[in-house]
T-cell receptor, first 110, second 118 residues
Framework: AQRVTQPEKLLSVFKGAPVELKCNYSYSGSPELFWYVQYSRQRLQLLLRHISRESIKGFTADLNKGETSFHLKKPFAQEEDSAMYYCALRSHNQGGKLIFGQGTELSVKP | GAVVSQHPSRVICKSGTSVKIECRSLDFQATTMFWYRQFPKQSLMLMATSNEGSKATYEQGVEKDKFLINHASLTLSTLTVTSAHPEDSSFYIC??????????????FGSGTRLTVV
């Protein structure tokens, strides 16, 4: 079964603290994973995708096939990072639909 | 960049009436459109996939007669909630896959429609 799991519904940290938002997936095949962010009252926007191996706004995520994980990390959280974060898996055999995790609300306190 | 324009942003309707939500792709052709439903601070649940010129594919448990999807052109997909009930109140989001490489690879999302059925 194709599934994305984000175990934490809410993650609250202080400004400057490291952040790790967890994401685990279940997929039979080569996964294609994304992180999307939704700031308050804004539309979903792409944060990063594993194939690019990029760092956006200080966030990075490494695909670990052994642990079937794609955790999102940032060494020093900022208040403007407060948002909903969604991990998503692209399904290759169903029109390319995205399967989303439950989402994690990140709250960065001053 | 590629944008999907979604309208209306919010709508309030009476129970039993129908509501149409439109998603238009700007500056690109959307042969496929995904329709999601999102509850507050929860995940996006895929409802259906529309393809231009063919019937939509609905996810298990989604009533196709209640959520009518039309994708008549390469730039417009619509979702009509028929005979709406209060339990249909939700946030509906459309999304189109972006072909190509680099910055144009991935998906673009509409800004969402907040439907409230009273």
């Amino acid at each position: 079964a194709q599934r994305v799991t984000q175990p934490e519904k809410l993650l609250s940290v202080f400004k400057g603290a490291p952040v790790e938002l967890k994401c685990n997936y279940s997929y039979s095949g080569s996964p294609e994973l994304f992180w999307y962010v939704q700031y308050s009252r804004q539309r979903l926007q792409l944060l990063l995708r594993h194939i690019s191996r990029e760092s956006i706004k200080g966030f990075t995520a490494d695909l670990n096939k052994g642990e079937t994980s794609f955790h999102l990390k940032k060494p020093f959280a900022q208040e403007e990072d407060s948002a909903m974060y969604y991990c998503a898996l692209r399904s290759h055999n169903q029109g390319g639909k995205l399967i989303f995790g439950q989402g994690t609300e990140l709250s960065v306190k001053p | 960049g590629a944008v999907v324009s979604q309208h209306p942003s919010r709508v309030i309707c009476k129970s039993g009436t129908s509501v149409k939500i439109e998603c238009r792709s700007l500056d690109f052709q959307a042969t496929t459109m995904f329709w999601y439903r999102q509850f507050p601070k929860q995940s996006l649940m895929l409802m259906a996939t529309s393809n231009e010129g063919s019937k939509a594919t609905y996810e298990q448990g989604v009533e196709k007669d209640k959520f009518l999807i039309n994708h008549a052109s390469l730039t417009l997909s619509t979702l009509t909630v028929t005979s709406a009930h209060p339990e249909d109140s939700s946030f509906y989001i459309c999304s189109a896959p972006l072909r190509g490489r680099g910055a144009n690879y991935g998906y673009t999302f509409g800004s969402g429609t907040r439907l409230t059925v009273v």
